[in-house]
């Protein structure tokens, strides 16, 4: 557009839109909005909020006019034998079409009223006019009905127009001289020729950075369609779905299916974060590749998570992108994926220095994406999952996982990374050659970052993982209460396979067993015996097992002889007089146990007040709020395939969240994967062919596991001598009790109160032959996605995706800025000054303000005193 009088002549038409009802459709001025715009910024800035929403309550059949002429012109131009000629069928007028369409939909989305109009409008039977007589008449767009000279031989039955807009939208992905190079003559217009070479491609075909901001307009408006879900519950979201996604994800085009996954897939782990070097990546703004990259890998991770919902018929479709994603098996192809997003999360660890720019930070981009990338492939392949687990690259992504989860284990916005690096350990864990593994001596401690250090440490890769894991149990302050049971089945599962594990460990596990065993952590919650019984099961695991090569596990047990035998005659009274004798204690002094759970807020009387919102005890201190933020998280497939999912990421509270809104979001910040009950090898391999290991199913099977969601239960709990009496005599401590009472005659007095295993007695213990112990099979603990839990992860994607679009100054256009999101909350924070990557003024420095300090989605806070419900107040308006 350039000039100003051209964007005034735009604005001025933009005006007439709501203040003018019922412009007719054969009016020419439609035209101009794909005449006059000449970039998405012209759009994005001239077509403001206010201006939608004006029209949208104002002037609705305008909007729907307006609609209905972008979405036709753009299907009439993808099938124009001339396009994209610049004088006849121009590409600018298809992708102002595009930006306009993106601009509009999410307003359409937000309003809950609209629904019916939109599902009308998109999704209904309809008839066009037939593109021979669209073509010869050179009509606005294909489904004007007012001319009279038309005749019933020019329209025909169409699909509905989401469909067919869609449709046309993955076709302009591969559209030559759009999209990609130009096709021999004769050739298709649409060629679906992979752009990068990796998966399924050696060769990568010539690009220009037109074609690639074009891809990248093409899957912001796929991206748009899809985002409708954001105006939903993440209770109703699983269960509801998005129409746009149902049908992209059950192409039943298998060629359009592979091009458009090995594109976005190769694209995304082509990406080389090194390319720009720190400090000066984080000046360099809109790039037009990296803008590329954020979509392909934001639509790729839209489509293997969706969760497909239960049809009218009562089937429910396959995934088809998911489906082909567990299909892959080819050793280069793994290699590729693997490479790709070590690139990416391996930043942080390759360097630790500060930046030298004032005003700069290396902020690390795509890792919380990658993450879930990563998990999503680890669920469904079950190829590339041991493909992992059985070369050397396992250990570089147990670090790695590990590294992430300790980094952001106290960073609110950041909880839902966490959480999936727990999961996806856990998924993992559940094959037997990743517990043989984790035998190997791990020796490059010093070479890690400080985060993830442990002073003095000298062990295997499984001393190392279960330290690990127990530092993020006891250091998290009670954030992580949600994944405890997927922590403690990563150490189950490994159990079985575990040698020689250092006497540092050892005291570990046995802490972890003396603060889940204590009063006050069993009695303040229904389901924290659950825990307990997890971490019992992996003693069994290797004293079945590997008890000659785990003498300083035996003798740690030993040490906790008392405790693991009082267990037997727990009840209500002596637990009772325990936590009233360890608050006595208490005031005395500072417990001298940093795991004392007396010392927190996980007692009966104290674990919740009526103010507060129920939550699990912690092994640490617990916040009194409760209040819990979701971070940076599949569906059965069939074949080879196997499933899981995750959730939100940095989620925003809005200030314009309505009661009812939070409400209907409250019950889903701690639905995480259901874990599954231990099922052996031999009942694993009875499972039907095809089943999956993480099922994804919209629907919980009850297998006698831990119940779903956290371990929280709503109102205050008061346990009785019943309820101990259902699951005591449940706990797994007979081959314990047997071990303790073998072993015994070996400790001499004196050993009883001593830390050390001394070499003679580390002699006996390995050389004993225990009686009446015989191994059981080794049980694989798993767990299966639960509606509430899809939701989760379902806000999860969305929430990162809904960060990464505020970065305006980066490229981003800012799409749902200032919407009435549902899936997550929005919250407002104070703008911050210039800095030297965002020094052009207020508007620049509360958008990047907002993507630094983002608050977590929280699907239990309140809404903030004084605030409405009106759409815009959310974020900073733009316009």
């Not at 201006?51 to 909007?63: G, V």
């Not at 124009?80 to 590409?91: L, M, V, Y």
């Not at 009063?519 to 079945?544: D, G, K, R, T, Y």
């Not at 006595?584 to 927190?600: E, F, N, V």
Request: glycine share 6%.
């Amino acid at each position: 557009m350039g000039a100003s009088d051209s964007k005034l002549v735009f604005k001025k038409g933009i005006f007439r839109l709501s203040e003018e009802r019922n412009i007719p459709a054969d009016d020419p001025y439609w035209t101009s909005f794909w005449d006059l715009p000449e970039s998405a910024e012209d759009v994005f800035s001239l077509f403001s909020p206010t201006d939608i929403r004006r029209t949208r309550d104002n002037a609705l059949e305008n909007l729907e006019t307006l609609m209905l002429a972008v979405c036709s012109r753009i299907i009439v131009l993808r099938h124009h034998p001339s396009f994209p000629d610049p004088e006849i069928a121009p590409e600018r007028h298809v992708l102002n079409c595009i930006r306009v369409l993106t601009r509009i939909l999410p307003f359409i989305y937000e309003v809950e009223a609209l629904q019916d109009w939109e599902e009308n409008f998109f999704w209904s039977a309809r008839r066009k006019r037939t593109r021979k007589s669209a073509l010869a008449n050179e009509v606005l767009f294909d489904e004007s009905l007012t001319s009279p000279r038309l005749t019933e031989d020019d329209f025909e039955d169409a699909k509905p127009l989401g469909e067919e807009l869609l449709d046309a939208a993955v076709d302009l992905l591969f559209f030559s001289e759009l999209t990609v190079p130009k096709q021999p003559k004769g050739s298709p217009k649409v060629s679906y020729s992979i752009w990068q070479s990796g998966v399924g491609c050696n060769t990568t075909i010539p690009t220009t950075r037109e074609y690639e901001n074009n891809r990248s307009e093409v899957l912001r408006l796929i991206l748009t369609m899809a985002s409708q879900g954001m105006y939903q519950s993440p209770a109703a979201l699983p269960g509801k779905g998005v129409k746009a996604l149902t049908h992209v994800c059950t192409c039943g085009d298998k060629q359009t299916v592979l091009s458009v996954l090995c594109s976005l897939l190769n694209t995304t782990l082509k990406y080389n974060p090194a390319t720009w070097r720190v400090p000066y990546n984080a000046l360099i703004s809109k790039d037009p590749k990296q803008i590329l990259v954020t979509y392909t890998l934001e639509v790729l991770l839209v489509l293997i998570i969706y969760p497909i919902p239960e049809q009218i018929t009562g089937l429910t479709p396959k995934n088809c992108y998911r489906h082909f994603l567990g299909r892959l098996h080819r050793p280069q192809d793994f290699q590729f994926i693997v490479d790709g997003m070590t690139r990416v999360l391996n930043q942080p660890l390759q360097s630790h220095t500060s930046t030298y720019l004032p005003g700069t930070q290396n902020v690390t981009k795509f890792v919380p994406e990658m993450i879930m990338l990563f998990w999503e492939i680890t669920q469904c392949n079950k190829r590339f999952r041991s493909f992992i687990i059985d070369t050397d690259r396992i250990y570089d992504f147990i670090v790695i996982i590990l590294f992430y989860a300790l980094e952001y284990k106290s960073d609110p916005s950041k909880q839902g990374v966490v959480r999936m690096c727990a999961f996806l350990l856990q998924t993992l864990s559940v094959e037997k050659s990743f517990g043989v593994n984790l035998n190997r001596t791990f020796s490059a401690q010093e070479t890690l970052p400080p985060s993830i250090r442990i002073t003095g440490f000298k062990g295997s890769y499984a001393d190392f993982l279960i330290q690990s894991i127990f530092n993020l149990i006891t250091t998290s302050q009670g954030k992580l209460s949600a994944i405890y049971p997927a922590l403690l089945a990563v150490i189950n599962n490994i159990s079985a396979y575990m040698q020689r594990l250092s006497s540092s460990t050892c005291s570990k596990i046995t802490q972890l067993f003396n603060s889940m065993s204590a009063p006050s952590f069993l009695l303040a919650n229904e389901n924290n015996h659950c825990l307990l019984q997890s971490l019992l099961e992996s003693f069994n695991a290797i004293v079945e097992h590997q008890y000659k090569k785990n003498p300083e596990l035996v003798f740690a047990i030993l040490q906790n002889k008392r405790k693991l035998e009082a267990l037997r005659s727990f009840t209500l009274e002596s637990g009772q007089e325990e936590i009233e004798r360890r608050n006595r204690r208490r005031k005395d002094g500072p417990p001298t146990d940093p795991l004392d759970l007396s010392s927190t807020r996980s007692s009966v009387d104290s674990i919740r007040s009526p103010t507060s919102a129920p939550r699990a005890p912690s092994l640490s201190n617990v916040p009194e709020d409760g209040t819990f933020a979701i971070g940076d998280s599949d569906e059965d497939d069939d074949d080879d395939s196997d499933d899981d999912d995750n959730h939100p990421t940095p989620s925003q509270s809005a200030p314009s969240e309505n009661p009812s809104q939070a409400s209907s979001v409250a019950g889903a910040e701690d639905a995480v994967p259901v874990q599954l009950r231990g099922m052996s090898e031999k009942a694993r391999g009875k499972m039907p062919a095809g089943a999956p290991a993480f099922s994804r199913q919209n629907s919980v099977t009850s297998l006698g596991g831990y119940p779903s969601g956290s371990f929280s239960i709503p109102g205050v709990f008061e346990p009785t001598g019943q309820w101990i009496d259902s699951w005591l005599p449940e706990l797994p401590l007979h081959t314990i009790l047997s071990l303790i009472q073998q072993v015994s005659v070996l400790l001499p007095p004196q050993q009883h109160s001593s830390d050390h295993l001394s070499p003679e007695l580390y002699h006996k213990i390995s050389s004993m032959e225990l009686v009446g112990i015989d191994p059981s099979p080794p049980r694989v603990h798993s767990f299966e996605w639960s509606p509430m839990a899809l939701g989760w992860y379902e806000s999860l994607v969305w929430g990162l995706i809904f960060a990464a679009e505020l970065q305006v100054a980066k490229g981003s256009m800012g799409l749902w800025n200032g919407t009435a999101i549902k899936l997550f909350r929005v919250q407002e924070t104070a703008p911050q000054g210039p800095t030297l990557t965002s020094p052009r003024g207020a508007v620049d420095a509360v958008g990047s303000n907002i993507v630094n300090r983002i608050g977590s989605i929280n699907l239990r806070g309140t809404p903030p005193a004084g605030t409405g419900g009106s759409p815009g107040n959310g974020t900073p308006a733009r316009g």
